[in-house]
């Protein structure tokens, strides 16, 4: 730094303004000293340096700032909850649907209150050569289901009140109820094939015989065979198989068409055959009972020495 | 910068912002406005605003919006001045204090900025060419003439007495 008398003031106003270095400001007090008649400059130039003065702002308060709290939503959170209630609306609807459909198959299969009805329409019988019905109950439905004709024979000639008794003596057995064996003219069997499930007394489907017409009904104390009988030749049969509240019963059902009523004897082996046919249904909705005798007829052979169809309904509880 | 930051720059630099302002207005009301309409432009760019330099930015918007309010009513603060230099002459003036705040009511808003901003903030040749938008060299003979301008004055005001 080269200071003098002809550029001392800008070293001056440097000095002041406390833009040198230490060394500089060394050199320009040093510079003073040696040239005291600038003192005097230098002291009106120090007096143009603002003495701090102290300023409140008053009110303060009124300039401080607090940050808005804004509260962010998830978009995550708007599809949780969109699932939560598509799966709520789904379940309501699933179940209102389920509990309407329930409704209906009880009240189209229960007009009684806790049965279950297995509804067989019979009505031709006139062209029917001799119906005979068989009743087989035993106290094992594999034994029924196979073949022991020969012992359900006698026990068909018992009367209900007999069966009845059969029955209370093993009421947690599987119960077989014979609905009808009869002949069936060839009049007859194309009428099976068709009002199985129905209702209309003009057009039966299976000429049940009305001497006998059991079910098995199975109430709190245990199973019941009920019979009834039917009051009119037309009218239709009606089988009470059901167990009530209690757990749905397996039904079995199976055909034969020999020609004789002792010939009618199922075997193992026509439960596959052509002469004989056995369905195995749950019945949770009794539709399935419907499909059963459906199938069934459409089952029938149609031989033509074919006389006899034999439809045992089995009905198991489990 | 935070809020906290924020208030904190409140509670540091508000005096300072203020005398800055209200020495170069003159005028309390005045003032107040500019400072605050600072204060608020801060706050909404606050993101952008390193604490570090909050001094300096808020200094800066203050200078700025203090220019502006100037022009708006310079017609007005001319015919103040034109009263002081009056008075100044029509009385002794037996503090330095006061001289010295006559005399940079006759510096311009720039010159009179350039020292206070020097003087009672202490900011360096480059900081004040930052906050005022000049180069260094701007700031450094704007400053030197501002100051031989209140010599002057100040001389002047010694030989009446």
């Given at each position: 730094m080269n200071i003098n008398r002809e550029n001392y003031e800008t070293f001056f106003l440097l000095y002041?303004?406390?833009?040198?270095?230490?060394?500089?400001?060394?050199?320009?007090?040093?510079?003073?000293?040696?040239?005291?008649?600038?003192?005097?400059?230098?002291?009106?130039?120090?007096?143009?340096?603002?003495?701090?003065?102290?300023?409140?702002y008053e009110h303060k308060e009124t300039l401080f700032r607090r940050e808005e709290k804004r509260r962010v939503i998830p978009f995550y959170r708007m599809r949780i909850a969109a699932a939560v209630a598509a799966l709520i609306l789904g379940g309501w609807f699933i179940t209102?649907?389920?509990?309407?459909?329930?409704?209906?198959?009880?009240?189209?299969n229960n007009p009684d209150k806790g049965s279950i009805n297995s509804k067989v329409q019979t009505a031709e019988s006139s062209k029917t050569e001799s119906a005979k019905v068989d009743e087989v109950l035993n106290s094992s439905p594999a034994v029924n289901a196979t073949g022991t004709e020969k012992n359900s024979i006698p026990a068909a000639k018992k009367t209900p009140a007999a069966n009845?008794?059969?029955?209370?003596?093993?009421?947690?057995?599987?119960?077989?109820?014979?609905?009808?064996?009869?002949?069936?003219?060839?009049?007859?069997?194309?009428?099976?094939g068709n009002e199985l499930s129905g209702h209309d007394g003009q057009n039966p489907a299976v000429n049940m015989s009305d001497e006998n017409m059991t079910a098995v009904q199975k109430n709190s104390n245990g199973l019941e065979l009920q019979t009834k009988e039917s009051g009119k030749g037309s009218d239709p049969q009606q089988i009470a198989a059901a167990p009530g509240n209690q757990a749905p019963p397996l039904l079995i059902a199976s055909v034969n068409t020999k020609d004789t009523h002792q010939e009618s004897v199922l075997s193992e082996q026509d439960?596959?055959?052509?002469?004989?046919?056995?369905?195995?249904?749950?019945?949770?909705?009794?539709?399935?009972i419907t499909g059963f005798f459906k199938k069934l007829t459409k089952r029938t052979p149609a031989v033509e020495n074919a006389r006899t169809v034999r439809v045992s309904v089995f009905q198991f509880s489990y | 910068m935070t809020e906290r930051e924020y208030n904190q720059c409140?509670?540091?630099?508000?005096?300072n912002v203020y005398r800055f302002i209200l020495k170069n207005l003159r005028h309390e009301e005045d003032a107040k406005d500019v400072v605050q309409t600072a204060f608020?432009?801060?706050?909404?760019?606050?993101?952008?605003?390193?604490?570090?330099?909050?001094?300096s930015y808020l200094f800066t918007i203050a200078y700025h919006q203090m220019i502006d309010h100037i022009r708006k009513v310079k017609r007005i603060y001319l015919k103040e001045e034109f009263k002081e230099e009056t008075r100044v002459h029509d009385r002794p003036m037996h503090n330095a204090k006061k001289v010295l705040e006559e005399a940079l009511a006759r510096l311009n808003e720039t010159q009179r900025s350039l020292v206070m901003l020097k003087d009672y903030e202490g900011y360096s040749y480059e900081e004040i060419a930052e906050i005022t938008g000049?180069?260094?060299?701007?700031v450094k003979v704007t400053l030197h003439r501002a100051r031989l301008i209140l010599k002057e004055w100040l001389v002047s005001v010694e030989n009446v007495l």
């Open positions: 002041l303004d406390r833009e040198l270095d230490p060394a500089d400001m060394q050199v320009v007090e040093r510079f003073l000293n040696e040239n005291s008649d600038l003192q005097k400059e230098f002291a009106i130039l120090q007096q143009t340096v603002l003495m701090p003065a102290e300023m409140v209102t649907r389920v509990i309407k459909n329930q409704a209906e198959i009880s009240s189209v009845k008794n059969d029955l209370n003596q093993n009421p947690r057995d599987v119960q077989t109820a014979v609905i009808s064996q009869h002949d069936l003219s060839e009049d007859g069997r194309q009428g099976i439960f596959q055959s052509d002469n004989a046919v056995s369905v195995i249904a749950l019945n949770e909705k009794n539709k399935a | 409140v509670t540091e630099y508000a005096d608020e432009k801060m706050w909404r760019n606050r993101n952008e605003v390193e604490y570090e330099k909050s001094k000049l180069n260094g060299t701007q």
